[in-house]
């Protein structure tokens, strides 16, 4: 590179930082820990920047209502819920359309992955609660739910990764935040994919996009989630390391 | 459920080999029939058939309140429900989860899609705007039921005439004015998946088989407009791209043919 | 790949995680078979013994298997029946020839075993859909009378009997107890210092990941046992 290209592309690099001061594929600072609720069988919290969302695992336990039950395989029951200060304007506390909708997709998400058919007649339940929200919530909330479920032993057959990217001010960029999204041309588009087939289980998107943006921003989510992975490994293992290291295997077997 | 394991079994098998059980090819849609006007009370609305699938939308207007967030514009308002009468599943009662995600999936595509000029509606800019509220209703399911009602609610806009606006801002019914705004027309397109093969327009029995959608909602320059992957699929990036391809074409040539006349008028505005 | 009986230090794996390539091992508990590879499905430690890999779960609730000894509670009394909780999301059935009493003719059977009664029974079945049988007839089994119950997180069970039994060898000694541990996660304690058995159980469940921690448990019920001035500990063997 000549040095008037090198300068160029450090203009253009500067030119091109976000509102927040983050390169386009940059993540805002994010901490992940398992094991916050501990009446829970199993649980886990997710910070993307202002963005945090705690999940908490129930199950399996027999299926309540009665009739409800599958006889083939456990009942997934997610739920996602926005404190009501947890954003600008107050929400009403309660399900609404929209968090229906994305309890909904979360569920569909993750039953793609949970190996319901060991517990036929059971269900399992994910509660999700958004304690500060700064965009992103469902895909902060879907990677917490995926670590909540594996820290209560519920067998998966992979785990799953969440992250939101999209464009906003002229340029495809990685975890949105609200100022973003609020930006003339935003489109935000949230994604999951799973950590062994990389296979994308949730995908929504709204706006105004080119098949070949869309593509760049499906590059970028496919790429980002492998990163959420790793940290949401490193979570994990942080808490079972140590548990790990005592037991004996000859022990029990 | 409706089906034994053998029926659904048998479906897996004939789509496997690329065929379907009432010999359609994978990605072949069943007939489509759009009746215009069938409640004259309404100002604007549609019964759209696909196959046996049979859903109608209204449109009707009020004057409320702008968001404080888009004080220039209007209002649009998209419910949905399954009525009782349209399967045997379908419990009487407040709309379940696949009736929001259905109205929200539908609402996206109009509101993303820009279907309708919002600041056209505009009547006293952050006090008086025109809200449009598109309520749907499944009648009879028999699969698809995203794309029949995409399809329902963009026939009964285009079909909708604006009531008339006294002076003192009071609605007067009893003369429809200008047909509404339109300036594009999203059709969501619904895509399942069996193995590698993309299956278009399902009917129900199908979709007991094949869980999982992928909505793919595009406008007439072949923009995205709205997506929705839900009901516990999984693709790979490059079956998330054929996917998006083949719903774009679909979308288009399904536009041509039954909105090819409001088509013209919408493309010279 | 590890020898089969090695017990060294054990790898933690997560789901998704892939702990063979190759068609030469066969799938274990908590794992499955993903076209060549052999991938972990629950977060637990790889175990590799004869030709068979799995991952001993380090969280989860229990799931019974056949020849398992537990601690369960009668919770129902049918015609020629019991239901039995089992600290599981499955309850499991006795059945009237399930116990080793000979049941008169059109008896009512909670004269044997009654709502609420508590029994240390061995798993003789457990089917697919999940219907889980218990049988009385076995040596050890019985009912318990008396006593405690504490539960400790079932996934933690080993850690509580320790290697060849030294941790609750060890319990036992020093508090003069009676305890049976059902592989349920729950643990009966009779005479003795009851309490402080409890306590050292519920001590094992909240620090099972330290190291050490047989030591550590052994000291905490010494210095206890000296606090309340009770040198008579009984030293069983």
């Given at each position: 590179m000549?040095?008037?290209?090198?300068?160029?592309?450090h203009?253009?690099?500067?030119d091109?930082?976000r509102?927040?001061?983050?390169?386009?594929?940059?993540?805002?600072?994010?901490?992940?820990?398992?094991?916050?609720?501990?009446r829970?069988?199993?649980?886990?919290?997710?910070?993307?920047?202002?963005?945090?969302?705690?999940?908490?695992?129930?199950g399996?336990?027999?299926?309540?209502?009665?009739?409800?039950?599958?006889?083939?395989?456990?009942?997934?029951i997610?739920?996602y819920?926005?404190?009501?200060?947890?954003?600008?304007?107050?929400?009403?506390?309660?399900p609404?359309?929209?968090?229906i909708?994305?309890?909904?997709?979360?569920?569909?998400?993750?039953?793609t992955?949970?190996?319901?058919?060991?517990?036929?007649?059971?269900?399992?339940?994910?509660?999700?609660?958004?304690?500060?929200a700064?965009a992103?919530?469902?895909?902060?909330?879907?990677?917490a739910?995926?670590?909540?479920?594996?820290?209560?032993?519920?067998?998966?057959?992979?785990?799953?990764?969440?992250?939101?990217?999209?464009?906003?001010?002229?340029?495809?960029?990685v975890?949105?935040?609200?100022?973003?999204?609020?930006?003339?041309?935003?489109?935000d588009?949230?994604?999951?994919?799973s950590s062994?087939?990389?296979?994308i289980?949730?995908?929504?998107m709204?706006?105004?996009?080119t098949?070949?943006?869309?593509?760049?921003?499906?590059?970028k989510?496919?790429?980002s989630?492998?990163?959420?992975?790793a940290m949401?490994?490193?979570?994990?293992?942080k808490?079972?390391?140590?548990?790990?290291?005592?037991?004996?295997?000859?022990?029990?077997? | 459920?409706?089906?034994?394991?053998?029926?659904?079994?048998y479906?897996?098998?004939?789509?496997?080999?690329?065929?379907?059980?009432?010999?359609?090819s994978?990605?072949?849609?069943?007939?489509?029939?759009?009746?215009?006007?069938?409640?004259?009370?309404?100002?604007?609305?549609?019964?759209?058939?696909?196959?046996?699938?049979?859903?109608v939308a209204?449109?009707?207007?009020?004057?409320?309140?702008?968001?404080?967030d888009?004080?220039?514009k209007?209002?649009?308002?998209?419910?949905?429900?399954?009525?009782?009468?349209?399967?045997?599943?379908?419990?009487?009662?407040?709309?379940g989860?696949d009736?929001?995600?259905?109205?929200?999936?539908?609402?996206?595509?109009?509101?993303?899609g820009?279907?309708?000029?919002?600041?056209k509606?505009c009547?006293?800019?952050?006090?008086?705007?025109?809200?449009?509220?598109?309520?749907?209703f499944?009648?009879n399911?028999?699969?698809?039921?995203?794309?029949?009602?995409?399809?329902?609610?963009m026939?009964?806009?285009?079909?909708a005439r604006?009531?008339?606006?006294?002076?003192?801002?009071?609605?007067d019914?009893?003369?429809?004015?200008?047909?509404?705004p339109?300036?594009?027309?999203?059709?969501?397109?619904?895509v399942?998946k069996?193995?590698?093969?993309?299956?278009?327009?399902?009917?129900a029995?199908?979709?007991?088989v094949?869980k999982?959608?992928?909505?793919?909602?595009?406008?007439?320059?072949?923009?995205?407009?709205?997506m929705q992957?839900?009901?516990?699929m999984a693709?790979?990036?490059?079956e998330?791209?054929?996917?998006?391809?083949?719903?774009?074409?679909t979308?288009?040539?399904i536009?041509?043919?039954i909105?090819?006349d409001q088509?013209k008028?919408?493309?010279?505005? | 790949m590890?020898?089969?009986?090695?017990s060294?230090k054990a790898?933690?794996?997560?789901?998704g995680?892939?702990?063979?390539?190759?068609k030469?091992?066969?799938?274990?508990r908590?794992?499955?078979?993903?076209g060549?590879?052999?991938?972990?499905?629950?977060?637990?430690l790889?175990?590799?013994?004869?030709?068979?890999?799995?991952?001993?779960p380090?969280?989860?609730?229990y799931?019974?298997?056949?020849?398992?000894?537990?601690?369960?509670?009668?919770?129902?009394?049918?015609?020629?029946?019991?239901?039995?909780?089992?600290?599981?999301?499955?309850?499991?059935?006795?059945?009237?020839?399930?116990?080793?009493?000979?049941?008169?003719?059109?008896?009512?059977?909670?004269?044997?075993?009654d709502?609420?009664?508590?029994?240390?029974?061995?798993?003789?079945?457990?089917?697919k859909?999940?219907?889980?049988?218990?049988?009385?007839k076995?040596?050890?089994c019985?009912?318990l009378?008396g006593g405690?119950?504490?539960?400790?997180?079932?996934s933690?069970?080993?850690?509580?009997?320790?290697k060849?039994?030294?941790?609750?060898?060890?319990?036992?000694?020093?508090?003069?107890?009676?305890?049976?541990v059902?592989?349920?996660?729950?643990?009966?304690?009779k005479?003795?210092?009851?309490?402080?058995?409890?306590?050292?159980?519920?001590?094992?469940?909240?620090?099972s990941?330290?190291?050490?921690?047989?030591?550590?448990v052994?000291?905490?019920?010494?210095?206890?046992l000296?606090?309340?001035?009770?040198?008579?500990v009984?030293?069983?063997?």
């Open positions: 000549s040095d008037k290209a090198s300068k160029d592309f203009e253009n690099i500067k091109h930082l509102p927040d001061g983050r390169k386009p594929d940059d993540f805002r600072p994010i901490k992940i820990e398992v094991g916050v609720i501990k829970a069988d199993g649980s886990a919290y997710v910070e993307f920047g202002k963005t945090r969302v705690v999940a908490a695992v129930y399996p336990e027999p299926m309540h209502p009665r009739h409800l039950a599958d006889p083939e395989k456990a009942v997934l997610c739920r819920n926005m404190l009501p200060f947890s954003v600008e304007e107050r929400k009403k506390p309660g609404d359309r929209r968090s909708e994305i309890s909904k997709v979360v569920k569909d998400a993750l039953s992955v949970v190996v319901l058919e060991e517990f036929p007649k059971c269900m399992i339940s994910v509660d999700m609660v958004v304690l500060e700064d992103g919530t469902r895909v902060a909330a879907l990677t739910a995926s670590l909540a479920l594996a820290d209560a032993g519920i067998p998966m057959r992979e785990m799953i990764s969440a992250i939101a990217c999209g464009r906003a001010n002229g340029q495809i960029v975890d949105l935040t609200k100022e973003e999204e609020d930006a003339e041309d935003a489109v588009v949230p994604v999951a994919m062994l087939t990389k296979r289980s949730l995908l929504q709204d706006g105004d996009l098949i070949e943006e869309f593509e760049a921003i499906l590059d989510a496919s790429n989630c492998v990163k959420i992975h949401q490994r490193d979570a994990l293992l808490k079972y390391k140590k548990e790990g290291e005592e037991v004996d295997i000859d022990d029990e077997y | 459920m409706t089906s034994t394991k053998l029926t659904v079994e479906i897996k098998n004939l789509l496997e080999m690329g065929r379907r059980l009432d010999g359609r994978l990605n072949e849609f069943r007939e489509i029939k759009v009746k215009y006007g069938i409640s004259k009370k309404a100002e604007g609305s549609a019964e759209v058939c696909v196959g046996n699938t049979r859903v209204g449109v009707k207007m009020e004057i409320g309140e702008p968001y404080p888009t004080p220039n209007g209002v649009l308002v998209t419910t949905a429900e399954f009525l009782a009468m349209a399967a045997p599943e379908f419990e009487p009662g407040l709309p989860e009736a929001i995600e259905l109205a929200r999936v539908v609402d996206r595509g109009i509101r993303e820009n279907a309708i000029d919002m600041e509606l009547i006293v800019e952050g006090e008086k705007v025109w809200v449009v509220f598109l309520d749907i499944v009648l399911h028999d699969g698809n039921l995203i794309d029949a009602a995409g399809m329902a609610t026939a009964a806009l285009l079909d604006m009531p008339k606006l006294t002076e003192d801002y009071e609605v019914r009893s003369e429809l004015t200008d047909p509404l339109i300036r594009d027309i999203p059709i969501p397109i619904t399942r069996h193995n590698e093969h993309l299956i278009l327009d399902t009917t029995l199908e979709e007991e094949l999982g959608k992928f909505t793919v909602t595009t406008k007439i320059n072949g923009n995205l407009c709205a992957l839900s009901d516990g693709m790979t990036k490059e998330v791209l054929k996917a998006v391809r083949l719903a774009r074409d979308s288009s040539r536009r041509e043919n909105f090819g088509l008028r919408v493309k010279k505005q | 590890k020898d089969a009986d090695s060294s790898e933690i794996v997560l789901p995680d892939i702990l063979y390539r190759g030469n091992m066969l799938p274990g908590g794992t499955y078979r993903h060549d590879e052999i991938i972990s499905k629950v977060v637990g790889k175990a590799v013994k004869d030709r068979t890999i799995s991952v001993i380090l969280a989860g609730a799931i019974p298997k056949v020849g398992d000894y537990i601690i369960g509670e009668i919770v129902e009394v049918g015609l020629n029946y019991w239901l039995v909780d089992i600290n599981s999301p499955y309850q499991a059935a006795m059945l009237m020839f399930d116990i080793p009493e000979f049941v008169e003719k059109n008896a009512d059977i909670s004269r044997y075993y709502f609420g009664d508590i029994i240390y029974a061995k798993i003789t079945n457990v089917t859909t999940k219907y889980i049988n218990l049988t009385m076995d040596s050890k019985r009912k009378v405690l119950i504490v539960h400790i997180t079932p933690k069970v080993p850690r509580l009997i320790g060849k039994g030294s941790m609750v060898s060890m319990i036992k000694n020093i508090t003069g107890s009676f305890i049976l059902g592989q349920n996660g729950r643990v009966w304690i005479g003795g210092h009851e309490t402080l058995a409890a306590e050292a159980i519920y001590m094992i469940d909240m620090y990941h330290q190291k050490g921690l047989t030591e550590k052994e000291e905490f019920l010494k210095k206890e000296e606090k309340e001035g009770d040198g008579n009984r030293q069983s063997k």
